[in-house]
């Protein structure tokens, strides 16, 4: 397998509609053939945290047993950041501290694990947020372009193959505001406008970039169960790799087999849906 740098962007809780409707930056790539966008379905539940440990894993939460956002611990299956690391890779993550607790060390300790450089891995280079006292009044979430500048100086200053941001804003506002709301449409607009100079930039630096979700939202603000507006969202790749039809539903479980695929790591015999990329 040849090896690739590549960064994973998951904007939390965007569903498909909105994505196509309001991201013209990501759209104006996938029109000048830059790019290439698919509609991809989350596990169920369409949990934020089962979300993520199925991102990484490869596996159902009815293996992985991640119900919700309220018993996060660490997992003991393979996953990205772990497979990347044995293979010798560097990893970094810019997101918030569940994904810390599932595939380094839990609990969060904020002082030891708020920023961690650690050869050893599973994730080389950490650098994470709480949202600690997180409510409808006050989201508690960074700033997006200082989460993107973060991920961007691990890229040129510590020189990570592989890494994942994570931000909850448009989830959090979603979850307030709902999606179909002039509130929402400006935090769709001022996403997109802030992630796509750092885009372009990751792509000069030679990165294959994805920007997608965990899973989506419905007209209420929710998430969680099975409707297509809670399950679906877009998946969006820059990259040389091939594939599949434009009609094609991608499987959630896919995205971690696809992902060590272009990194060129060998895939664990746990992660047993096909790959989409080649």
């Known amino acids: 397998m040849s090896q690739n740098k590549l960064l994973l962007i998951i904007l939390d ?137 973060t991920l961007t100086r691990l890229a040129e ?10 931000t909850c804003t448009l989830d959090s506002m979603g979850h307030r505001f709902y999606h179909d709301c002039e509130a929402m449409d400006h935090a769709c607009f001022a996403m997109d406008a802030t992630l796509a100079p750092f885009v372009d930039r990751w792509r000069r630096a030679g990165y294959e970039v994805i920007v997608t979700a965990d899973h989506g939202q419905d007209a209420r603000g929710h998430h969680g169960g099975t409707g297509p507006d809670q399950r679906d969202f877009a998946f969006y790749y820059f990259g040389p790799a091939e594939g599949p039809a434009p009609e094609v539903v991608l499987d959630q479980l896919a995205l971690a087999p696809t992902i060590l695929g272009r990194l060129g790591v060998p895939v664990p015999a746990t992660m047993t849906a096909a790959p989409f990329l080649r």
């Not at 991201?23 to 934020?48: D, K």
């Not at 200053?157 to 994570?166: Q, R």
């Open 13 to 149: 809780g965007v569903p498909y509609a909105n994505w196509r409707r309001l991201f013209g930056n990501l759209e104006g790539w996938v029109e000048a053939g830059e790019a290439r966008v698919w509609r991809m379905r989350s596990v169920l539940p369409s949990t934020s945290a089962s979300c993520y440990a199925s991102i990484h894993t490869g596996l159902l939460p009815q293996v992985h047993r991640i119900w919700d956002n309220a018993d996060i611990r660490r997992l003991e299956f393979p996953d990205i950041f772990s497979e990347a690391t044995k293979a010798g890779l560097k990893t970094g993550a810019v997101t918030h501290s569940y994904w810390s607790e599932f595939f380094n060390r839990a609990p969060f300790d904020v002082v030891r694990d708020i920023e961690y450089d650690e050869p050893g891995g599973p994730i080389t280079h950490g650098r994470f947020h709480t949202m600690k006292g997180y409510g409808h009044d006050n989201q508690m979430t960074p700033a997006d372009y200082d989460l993107f500048g």
């Open 157 to 166: 200053v510590k020189g990570i193959d592989y890494g994942i941001l994570h």
